[in-house]
């Protein structure tokens, strides 16, 4: 009878023992899923994070493209403005020289009407 009795207790031993690790596993299992839920939702946010980021550079890459060609035209329009401008001073330079000389045609052509007025009047 006390082998019989001892061998009740081990095995209430070994029941109570097993019991206590299956709700330490449970628990365990419980903390384990509760943290892989926690998980999957971080990694859905960093997602959602992620494709908004992308969505972000793609406007940020249209819109640096955008710029980069506004600029291109804007410098375009710059060199032409440019252009025109280096065409108006040499035509102004050359009109400035022309009215030089007409101006030193005219002073002779006067000097020429004095001298010829002068000479009239003295015949």
Known sequence: MGELQAQKQRQSQDNDHLQNTLLTTQEALTQSRSAHEHVVLQLTELK???????????????????????????ERERSLLAERLTHTETQLSELATEKQLIQQDNAGLSRQLAKLRVEGSRS
């Open 48 to 74: 959602q994070m992620h494709q908004a980021l992308e969505q972000r550079h793609g406007h940020g890459t249209e819109s640096l493209a955008e710029a980069q060609t506004n600029l291109a035209v804007t």
